[in-house]
């Protein structure tokens, strides 16, 4: 065999093997990079919710860790500061709607998702959000809005002795 041939030879074995095998590391490397990026936007709104809690902790007044109690008076400065607080938390939820829920997901991406549905279906228990769900869904995502609100439904009739808990 000339040289020659060796190197056609060569150039069959590269296109036969080399170039599935390219085509897999690349599939392999994007796969790991959007596993990466979701992983980073999961941790921003992560962020982002946590920053939520504390504005709640700081308003500790409005009793948003507790039971929801119809019994309690609230005045009109507090009533104001939780329709914002609830504002906030509607936003953080849409935007996790909007960036995690895939109808088809893999199995860190539901994990993920869930995770916030369980946050999501905790401020649902309590009939003061729910009750405001109306108002602070103007304007917002369609495909969000029937999201919270099938799970407001569903959380509705689950109230008994877990009203107005947050989840964990």
């Known amino acids: 065999m000339t040289w020659i041939e060796w190197f056609e030879a060569l150039s069959y074995v590269v296109t036969v ?3 599935p095998l390219a085509i897999g590391v ?3 490397e994007r796969r790991r990079e959007r596993e990466n990026e979701e992983s980073e936007l999961n941790q921003r709104l992560s962020d982002e919710y946590q920053s939520f809690l504390r ?3 700081d308003n500790a007044d409005l009793k948003l860790f507790q039971e929801y109690s119809e019994a309690d008076v609230w005045t009109d400065e507090q009533k104001e500061r939780k329709g914002v607080l609830f504002a906030i938390l509607i936003s953080v939820f849409e935007r996790a709607y909007i960036t995690l829920y895939e109808t088809r997901m893999g199995r ?3 994990r993920r998702w869930l995770s916030w ?3 999501m279906r905790g401020w649902c228990r309590r009939p003061d959000f729910r009750g405001s769900l109306p108002r602070l869904l103007e304007g917002e995502d369609d495909e969000f809005s029937q999201r919270i609100l099938r799970l407001a439904d569903e959380e509705a009739p689950n109230v008994g002795d877990r ?3 947050l989840p964990g």
């Open 17 to 19: 093997f080399g170039f």
């Open 26 to 28: 690349y599939i392999r």
């Open 55 to 57: 504005l709640v902790l």
């Open 108 to 110: 860190q991406q539901q």
């Open 117 to 119: 549905e369980d946050d």
């Open 163 to 165: 009203t107005g808990r």
